[in-house]
């Protein structure tokens, strides 16, 4: 059996693998994925990619399956994996700011001068 370099499959491979990351990196989980403490991740990202353009194809095995769902475990992209990283995801809407301490339910402690927040003005400028 001779190999033949296919540069247009080899292409083809790599942009999926780019449109993967990409997709993947807009999920909440890659809040996480993103915090110092997990910044090791950012590999199994990439092997994951690569995983799931290996099983989008008809050679891959079960075991190529297997390591696909044992990546997406523990990038928390399964309800098992979310459980086992301990995260929990939920709509930033629903979640109240925590208060500041030494502030009052007005939101000031009397020693705090109001000052604008630099996103509302910039927002107004847009």
């Known amino acids: ?3 033949v370099r ?8 790599a942009r999926r693998e780019q449109e993967l990351w990409r997709q993947l990196w ?3 989980q890659a809040v996480a994925w993103h915090m110092p403490q997990n910044r090791y991740l950012e590999l199994t990202v990439a092997l994951y ?3 799931v353009r290996l099983c989008e194809t008809p050679e891959a095995k079960s075991a190529d399956r297997t390591t696909l769902q ?6 928390g992209l399964t309800p098992q994996g979310l459980k086992l990283n301990g995260w929990i995801i939920v709509d930033d809407a629903d979640v109240a700011p925590e208060p500041k301490p030494g502030v009052t339910s007005s939101g000031s402690s009397g020693k705090v001068i ?3 927040d ?3 003005e910039w927002e107004s400028l847009q």
């Open 114 to 116: 109001p000052f604008p």
């Open 118 to 120: 630099p996103r509302d």
């Open 6 to 13: 296919d540069d247009e499959a080899t292409a083809e491979w």
């Open 70 to 75: 044992r990546y997406a475990d523990t990038l």
């Open 26 to 28: 807009k999920l909440p």
């Open 1 to 3: 059996m001779m190999l």
């Open 49 to 51: 990619c690569r995983q």
